[in-house]
């Protein structure tokens, strides 16, 4: 079993910024850089959706359109941590934002919920206007 945490998030203007980390662990765990990392969020009423993601190698990233400019993933493999550094806040961002991984090696960041093997629990960002 693999365990993914959550921290960071919280209440900010539009504007302002925040940085959501997202610690690995667990029994089965294997090597943090063989999964890729991915954050996804959602919004009351809507679905969840790919934000960014980073490959094992984490040698190249793929953003939402969305938040692409304003935030930037990066993992620290000798922490088994990823990050989601978000700038420029818009109250439009404003959901319960989840960090997931996919085990294996990937010539691309997947994007689809259902490709993920491991969801955490979520952290609450919230923008005001």
């Known amino acids: 079993q693999v365990h993914l945490v959550e921290s960071g998030g919280g209440l900010v203007q539009a504007g302002g910024s925040l940085r959501l980390s997202c610690a690995a662990s667990?029994?089965?765990?294997?090597?943090?850089?063989?999964?890729?990392m991915g954050w996804f969020r959602q919004a009351p009423g809507k679905e969840r959706e790919f934000v960014a993601g980073?490959?094992?190698?984490?040698?190249?990233?793929y953003y939402a359109d969305s938040v692409k400019g304003r935030f930037t993933i990066s993992r620290d493999n000798a922490k088994n941590t990823v990050y989601l550094q978000m700038n420029s806040l818009k109250p439009e961002d404003t959901a319960v934002y989840y960090c997931a991984a996919k085990y294996g090696i990937s010539r691309y960041v997947p994007t689809k919920t259902e490709e993920y093997d491991y969801w955490g629990q979520g952290t609450q960002v919230t923008v005001s206007s």
């Open positions: 667990g029994r089965t765990f294997s090597i943090f850089s063989n999964y890729v």
């Open positions: 980073i490959r094992a190698s984490a040698g190249s990233t």
